[in-house]
Each structure stands twice: as structure tokens, then as C-alpha cells.
């Protein structure tokens, strides 16, 4: 099965590139496994998936203590800042930093083990009260405070859309996350160049490539659904 939706969402993602005159290779796939077992990330690595995406530190943890391939791990969810410590050199791109002190963290643990950490900055785009995330307005203070920041780069924007039944409610969203990251490039600050744009889940992925997605999200459209009780 896994095999099959990942053949299904490369054509998608292919068909979307195309409509929009994009290479395939501008766009990035992160198999979202959180809540589902070692072996089904292990079927996906079988199909030539390296990155993926879990929202929940411990249960990232877990997860690479039993897998011992090379992998890019990307986490996902809310992180607070008494777990930063553990993912340090363990992820390659933390995609949900919504606040200066948790970024001070990161940068903290960072210089510990002296290695840079990429960063993404979470943005709450609709301004739903039930979401995670920078509103548009905090994002240029927030982003010059962090830029001093020397074990951290913050490499761009994430966030996650509101649940919609039709993906194009999402496409102004979408269009409003690049108009973000068009205006802060713009404002030459110091140490602050972006170019990752990490939008689109499997029900509106397909809409966020052709709005300028560099890295898809997508969890059920290749594991299938999750478990109630575990969706988070
Ligand atoms: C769960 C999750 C996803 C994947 O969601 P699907 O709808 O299953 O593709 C993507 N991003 C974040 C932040 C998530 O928590």
C-alpha cells in the first residue's frame, strides 16, 4: 500500500510542478510518520524515502534509536524548550519555532555540541485561534532578534493551513506565506536570507507546490489515516 500512495503522490507532486513550469527537484518530500510503526517507515525507505517528519520528541527518539540508517529527520510539531536538548544534531530542520525564546534554546544547545541547527519559523497565516505559530505582524521583530543568533539559521517559513473540505480555500493562504517570504527577503536584514517555504499537507499539497511549497508535508496521503485517538 505504501508503496502505491508514494507512487501516487510523486505523480501528483510531478503534475503540479508541471502546471506551474516548477522541476520536480524544487520540491521536497516529507513522509509525515508520526503515530504509525518503525516498519512502516521502513517500507517507505524501501521506496527510496529519506525524509521524514514526526511531531512529538519522544516518539522521535524512539524511533531512531530502532532505525539505524542515515535518515533526515524533520520535526514537525509544537517543541517546547526543556526538549530542545534532545533533538540537537539528531534533525535536520526544526519547522516549528514560534517564539524568540525557543529559539534562544536551540541556539544554546546548538553552540553546545557546536553545530548550526536550520530553522524554520511557524506562521499561524489565517490567524485561527487554535493554531500554533507567529502571527504575519511579529514575524520582521521576532526575525531580527534571531538573526544575532549564531547557531541558528532560520531557513524559512512553515505552516500548516486550516482543514478545509476544497484545497483551493487554502490557495490564498498559500499565496499570502510566499508574499511573507518575498517581503522579509526584501528587507535585506542582516543574516536573514530564506528560501524554504514549508506548506501543503495531503489534502492541499498539490495547491501549495503550485504557490511555491519547497517542502510537502504529507502523512495520510502515504501511511494512511491515523488512528483516532492518535492524531494529533
Ligand atoms: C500530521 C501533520 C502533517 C501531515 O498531515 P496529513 O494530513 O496526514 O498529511 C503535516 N504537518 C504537520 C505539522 C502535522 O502535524
Same mark, same amino acid.
Request: charged share 30%; glycine share 6%; proline share 2%.
Given at each position: ?30 513522509? &509525515? ?108 521583530? &521576532? ?90
Amino acid at each position: 500500500m505504501i508503496a502505491e500512495n508514494l507512487k501516487q503522490v510523486e505523480e501528483n507532486i510531478c503534475a503540479a510542478c508541471k502546471r506551474v513550469g516548477r522541476n520536480r527537484d524544487e520540491v521536497t518530500l516529507v513522509a &509525515v510518520s508520526k503515530t504509525k510503526p518503525v516498519e512502516m517507515i521502513q517500507e517507505a525507505m524501501a521506496e527510496g524515502m529519506v525524509a521524514f517528519g514526526e511531531n512529538r520528541v519522544q516518539e522521535l527518539m524512539d524511533k531512531l534509536e530502532k532505525i539505524k540508517e542515515p535518515l533526515q529527520w524533520h520535526l514537525i510539531g509544537h517543541l517546547q524548550r526543556n526538549k530542545v536538548k534532545y533533538i540537537i544534531g539528531h534533525v535536520c530542520l526544526i519547522h516549528s519555532v514560534d517564539s524568540f525564546r525557543l529559539a534562544e534554546q536551540i541556539n544554546q544547545e546548538s553552540e553546545k555540541r557546536q553545530i548550526k541547527t536550520d530553522i524554520l519559523l511557524e506562521i499561524n497565516i489565517a490567524d485561527e485561534d487554535s493554531k500554533f505559530g507567529l502571527k504575519k505582524e511579529q514575524v520582521i521583530p &521576532v526575525l531580527k532578534q534571531m538573526a544575532v543568533l549564531p547557531y541558528l539559521r532560520v531557513r524559512g517559513l512553515m505552516t500548516v493551513a486550516p482543514f478545509v473540505e476544497n484545497a483551493e480555500e487554502n490557495r490564498k493562504h498559500f499565496q499570502n506565506m510566499k508574499k511573507l517570504m518575498v517581503d522579509i527577503n526584501q528587507k535585506n536584514i542582516d543574516n536573514v536570507y530564506m528560501d524554504i517555504l514549508s506548506m501543503g499537507m495531503t489534502g492541499d499539497y498539490e495547491v501549495a507546490i503550485e504557490e511555491g511549497a519547497t517542502i510537502v508535508r504529507v502523512g495520510t496521503g502515504i501511511f494512511g489515516e491515523r488512528e483516532k485517538k492518535l492524531q494529533y
